[in-house]
């Protein structure tokens, strides 16, 4: 199967899908109070968080890019990304938001003009009134970051038209703008590391799956910019040389490099010129972070990016109310940041259940809180305390809890959160502090 980031495909089976697709287990049990979405699961996979988890560990500066495609109205599907960088921002993360109206205009038929719109009155300032603080964080435009479009086009060098089908089925009919709107994307997610934007360091990608053929493009593009080739097992590390150039003086750079990062411990090195490696073994099993971060800053002094490998999770969509994937353009069954809320709560009143067929059946053999919109409402947004909404999963599987009871408890919790986040909204003044290049 292929995941396709431009269709509207509401996965099922995510652990089926991360085994498929290679994607490790996303774990926070060495996270410092990680929220619910990452305590509940709903962050499920992860490429790369090793680098992201060293960070905030050592307290190492880290980055965190996403993007938002400026094409319709801000759902609480949509909220789950501001959720998780919240909670990175507090750890002292930089974070940098792309509007990608070049995406939007390249896929989806829409004006520059009318997403910069979008951008602003919908969703940066729900940003800014669900609590994303600008200090530190940049948003800006696909189409006016001159940095980020001479960077996709360094990325486009590493790429070839075969590799573009495979990864997203592109076809004869396929545009050239669609076509290199992946690259524009690498170029955001790598562009923090940029000396201008803060230089070489962990940056980390949190997507819902469907943005996984994009994590997986930009992970090769930034290991074809590298010089060393690495491969880490357990107590044995092999480098390797890419180019032919300089190659002698590389490998004596990474062993000396080596030989200082470990100073006190026990190394066996062994350099293989014709081979263009070296080979490391020590007593005890290896953090390949380690050897990452030596080859990166000799890399610096050569030419060219070492970029170090962009991070990535993964978490589960919203479902939408009837089921499928949560959208703007399926308004009814989607719950908006800016409705009013007694329509919110009218929606979420005729929203999915896993219930029986009737109170009866219901109460002897209990629902299906696993296939249930409005436990998902409870488990991704309403309810802070995870006992709470144990209980509530318990107390469905037994049939002591009851559908119409559950909406209503769901559907007043929805109401009080709309409520104050739209007079949070009603104050957030100018948003111009959180936009680069804010002309008009
Ligand atoms: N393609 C993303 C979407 O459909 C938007 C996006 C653009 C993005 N640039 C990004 C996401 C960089 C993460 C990182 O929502
Ligand atoms: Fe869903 Fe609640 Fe009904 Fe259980 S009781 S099926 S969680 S609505």
Redesign the pocket.
Known sequence: MRID??ASTQYRDYLKLREEFRIEDFSEKNLPNPPKLMRRGIIFGQRGFEFIEDAITNKKPFAI?????PSGRMHIGHKMHIDQIKYYQKLGAEIFI???DF?SWATRALSLKKAREIAICEYVKNYAALGLKSENCHIYF?SEKTAVKDLAHKCSKHVNLSEMRAIYGFGGETTLAHLF??I??SA??LHPQLPEFGGQRPVL?P??L??DP?IRLTREIASAFRIFNKKVENRKVGIFVKPDENVKELLNRAKKGIKEHFKDEELKIKLNVPYKALYLEMERKINPVEIEEILIKIEKDFDGFAFYPPSATFHRFMSGLKGEKMSSSEPDYAIFLTDLPEDAQKKVKRAKTGGGVSIEEQRRNGGNPDDCVVFELHLYHLIESDLEVKKIYEDCKEGKLLCGECKKMAAGLMGEFLEEHQEKRECVGDVRDYLEGFLA
């Open positions: 980031p431009w890019m996403t993007g938002l495609m792309a509007v990608a995406e696909q709107s992946p524009i994307q955001d997610i990608v997507v819902g469907d943005q994009h």
